[in-house]
Each structure stands twice: as C-alpha cells, then as structure tokens.
C-alpha cells in the first residue's frame, strides 16, 4: 500500500503515525468502508506538502510514518504504543466502531481524556440490530470509557437516543450544525481524542458515506472549529472514519485526505 503523502519516515523518527484500518463489520446501508483507509492514502498522493495557511511543509516538520494496516483486536495495543512514545496516533477508518480501542488506549494515558466527535448521528444506542459493537453504538461505548463527550453535526438519532441525552443530561454538549466553538471548547478538558464521521459534513460536499444526511456541516466550519480546539486543546490522538468511496468521485477522498493532513498540522502546531 501506498503511504500517506507519499511519505517514508521510519516509525523512529516520526512525530505522526498514520494507522490504516479496513475495518468493516456492521454496517447497515451502503457498503464500502473497508476500502477507505486506502483511498484517503490514495488521495493524500496529491496533496501539496506546503500548508498555505499555517506557513510550512506540515509532512517536513512532524514526519509522518504510515504503519501496516491493523486489525480491530490490535488496534488499541498499536495506539497504545505510538501515545507512550508522545507520537500522534492518526486512524484511518473504516467504519465507526473502530474508535473504541483508541480512545480506551488514549484514556489510560491521559485520565482526563475528552472525545470530540463530529457526526451526522449521535451514535448513542445500546445496541443496534442486537450488536453492542455496532457503529450506531460507538458513543455509548465510548461513554462507558469517558462521559466528557461532546458532538457537534448531530441531525439523526432515535427516540432511544433522544431519551438516553436526557437521562445522562447531555442535551448541552450535543450540537447540530449550528454551534459555539467557544462553548464546545470549554466543555473539553485539556486532552482531546477527535472523531470526525465523514457523513458530519453536507452530502453535497462528501457524498462518500455509507449513511448521508442532508443539511451537514461545510469544510469551513469544520476546519474553523478543529483549529480553535487545537489552539485552546491537546489532541492526543485523532480518526477520520465511514469513508465508502465511490469510484470515479474522488471529492469524498481529497477532502478525508486532506482533512487529516490539516489536522495533523494543528495537532502539532504548538511542539517545536
Ligand atoms: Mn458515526
């Protein structure tokens, strides 16, 4: 497989680890995710080095080493890994359920662990078609590891869902498209882990989804947020999930690819 940007750092030197994950179980409408992580590394093959905006090479500055795909029963030992030696773990899903495992190695390093997702859907059923492990269920399971959870894009969820917000008193920190950076940003502790579900944005803009929903959040928005978070934030660990890529449409990809470079360059933005 290809690596990302092109880029062929050895693990050692690298201060970004890109951890590919084809991981594709439970989805329940259009199919694809397992063919995502190769995509986005396929798009990133034409991404400029040069970030207009924060002024450098992101790639020369943080190194980026892209490992060997890895399985969901690997996953949180590998991200285990990569937090110990202070690198910035980047998960290229792959359906949503993948999550998980990350974000439970990422908690035991910092205890203090928030997760910022960026979703169409809440993800906060107990189970979904009697599957605990599905990906309409991963927010729940990641609130079985940290209830700091906030999400933002949310214009989906059941009755189930709805109830469960009211119960756990969460109402405030699940945002649709119209929303305070300011007031999610103090909702987050010190260390962030990010989501972001592809299918948080407009159809129109990444149409790539296994489940799309109209009236979504646009790269601005999205990048304007992300941005901020990483001013006020540590990002210990971030993933870009559910991309289905459509052949010959490869907008969906460019934009993941992308997505995760700029993000990888605020993450790192404040080290040397
Ligand atoms: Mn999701």
Redesign the pocket.
């Known amino acids: 497989m290809e690596k990302f940007i092109g880029s062929r750092h050895a693990f050692a030197e690298s201060g970004v680890v890109v951890l590919p994950v084809p991981y594709e179980k439970t989805v329940c409408y259009m199919p694809g995710t397992a063919k995502g992580p190769a995509a986005i590394i396929e798009a990133s093959l034409q991404l400029e080095s040069f970030d207009a905006e924060l002024g450098y090479e992101i790639d020369k500055k943080v190194k980026i080493h892209t490992a060997k795909e890895v399985g969901y029963e690997k996953l949180e030992k590998s991200v285990s890994d990569i937090v110990q030696k202070n690198k910035l773990p980047v998960i290229l899903g792959g359906e ?1 359920s993948i999550t998980v495992p990350p974000v439970k190695a990422c908690a035991k390093r910092y205890r203090d662990l928030s997760v910022l997702q960026i ?1 169409a ?1 809440a ?1 906060l059923r107990d189970e979904y078609r009697g599957d605990r492990n599905s ?1 309409a269920c ?1 927010m729940r399971r990641i609130r079985e590891i940290t209830k700091r959870t906030v999400q933002v894009g949310i214009r989906d969820m059941s009755i189930e869902e709805s109830e469960y917000i009211e119960r756990e008193g969460i109402r405030g920190a699940v945002y649709g498209t119209d929303f305070d950076a300011g007031k999610i940003i103090k909702r987050l502790s010190d260390n962030v882990y990010i989501t972001i ?1 592809l ?1 948080g944005f407009d159809p129109s803009e990444v149409p790539a989804v296994g489940t799309p929903q109209p009236g979504g959040l646009h790269w601005p928005e999205v990048v304007s947020l992300l941005k901020k978070v990483s001013e006020k934030k540590n990002i210990v660990a971030f993933d870009v999930v ?1 991309l289905a890529p459509i052949k010959g449409q490869v907008a969906s990809d460019f934009l993941a690819a992308k997505l995760a470079y700029k993000l990888m360059g605020y993450s790192t933005a404040k080290s040397k």
Do not use: F, L, R
Request: proline content about 0%.
């Open positions: 949503h979703d859907h993800d990906h991963v579900d299918d559910e």
